[in-house]
C-alpha cells in the first residue's frame, strides 16, 4: 500500500520548514567557531603571557607574539617543593568531601520541600529562602565557627561553612518539581518502597543533570576558596589549600617588588629577578587547569539540566 502523493508533499513540506538550509546551517557553524574561539582566547592569552618573559612584557606589553619566552614564572612556582603539592591534594580532598557533603545535604533538604504531602513544607521553605535575604554577618559567623563549633585549624574550618546553599536547594526542589511526576512516587509507595528507597531507586537516576549541576557549582566554589583558609588557619598551614598558597605567594612577591629599595641591596637583587607579571598568569594557569579538566565529566549532564525544561515543554 502506498501513501498518496499529496500526503507524501505534506510531509515533506513539515521537514523542510523544521530543517535549516546548508548555507544557513553554515553560517550557524561559523558563528558558533567564532564564539567558541572568543572563549578560549583569553585562556590561551594567559597561557602566552605566563611564558613571557619579563624584558618582552616591559618592552611591548601583553602580546601573543613576545619578543622571547621564559619559564622563569614556573621555575619560581615549583621552587615551592613539597608546600605546592601538598597543597593540591588539600584542594582536592577539601573539593571532594565538601561537594559531596554539600550535595548530600542539598537533596535531603529539597526532597521534602517538593513532597506536597510534608506538613511542614511551608516553613521549612521560608526557612531557607530567609536566610538568602538577611544573614548573621561576617563578625557573628566568625565567632559561632570559631568559638562555638570549634572550626579552626582543621579540615572542618574549610568545609562546614560552605555546606548549604538555599540556592541550590532551590535549583534543586525546582527540578523536583518539573522531572519528577508525584503518580512514580505514588507507585512506589503502593508496591511497599520506603522513603529513603524511594529517593534513591527511583528519584536519584531521573535527576542526574540536576546533581551533576549542582556538584559542579559547589566544586567551582570549594576549589576557588580561600577567604575561609585566611579566617580559620591560624597555626596548622599543612592543610592550605591551592588558593590560599598561591595568594600568599603573590602578596609576598607584590611585598618584595614594591619595598626591595628599603630592604637592602639582596632584596632589590632578588626582586629584579622576580617574575612579578608572568607570575600572575602562571598561577592562574595552576588554578584553572585541574578545574577545567574536570567540567568535560559533567558537561553532559549539565546540558541535560539545561535542555529538559524545553524537551518537557
Request: charged content about 15%.
Amino acid at each position: 500500500m502506498t501513501n498518496h502523493p499529496s500526503r507524501r508533499r505534506r510531509r515533506a513540506g513539515s521537514a523542510t520548514l523544521n530543517r535549516f538550509s546548508r548555507r544557513a546551517q553554515a553560517v550557524f557553524h561559523i558563528i558558533l567557531a567564532v564564539f567558541s574561539l572568543l572563549c578560549i582566547l583569553p585562556f590561551l592569552f594567559v597561557i602566552i603571557i605566563s611564558f613571557t618573559s619579563e624584558d618582552s612584557i616591559r618592552q611591548i606589553g601583553y602580546s601573543f607574539r613576545p619578543l622571547s619566552l621564559s619559564t622563569q614564572a614556573y621555575t619560581y612556582t615549583l621552587q615551592l617543593g613539597d608546600a605546592l603539592w601538598r597543597s593540591y591534594f588539600n584542594s582536592f580532598l577539601i573539593t571532594i568531601i565538601g561537594t559531596f557533603l554539600s550535595v548530600v545535604l542539598t537533596l535531603l533538604y529539597a526532597y521534602p520541600l517538593f513532597r506536597r504531602d510534608f506538613r511542614f513544607r511551608g516553613f521549612f521553605n521560608f526557612f531557607s529562602f530567609f536566610t538568602m535575604i538577611f544573614g548573621g554577618g561576617l563578625v557573628p559567623t566568625f565567632v559561632i565557627c570559631k568559638s562555638v563549633l570549634k572550626l579552626s585549624d582543621n579540615y572542618a574550618a574549610l568545609i562546614v561553612p560552605m555546606l548549604f546553599s538555599p540556592f541550590n536547594v532551590i535549583i534543586m526542589r525546582t527540578f523536583f518539581q518539573t522531572s519528577v511526576p508525584m503518580e512514580l512516587i505514588e507507585a512506589a509507595t503502593i508496591d511497599g518502597s520506603g522513603e529513603y528507597s524511594t529517593l534513591v531507586r527511583i528519584v536519584l537516576p531521573v535527576v542526574k543533570p540536576a546533581i551533576a549541576t549542582i556538584a559542579l557549582l559547589v566544586s567551582l566554589g570549594y576549589w576557588n576558596e580561600w577567604f575561609l583558609s585566611l579566617l580559620y588557619l591560624n597555626k596548622n598551614m599543612d592543610i592550605m589549600p591551592l588558593q590560599y598558597l598561591l595568594m600568599r605567594m603573590q602578596r609576598n612577591a607584590d611585598f618584595l617588588a614594591r619595598n626591595a629599595s628599603m630592604l637592602g641591596a639582596d632584596a632589590s637583587k632578588a626582586a629584579a629577578q622576580l617574575p612579578s607579571q608572568t607570575l600572575k598568569m602562571a598561577l592562574v594557569v595552576f588554578i584553572v587547569v585541574p578545574i577545567a579538566c574536570a567540567y568535560p565529566f559533567f558537561q553532559r549532564y549539565v546540558v541535560a539540566g539545561l535542555t529538559i525544561g524545553s524537551v518537557k515543554g
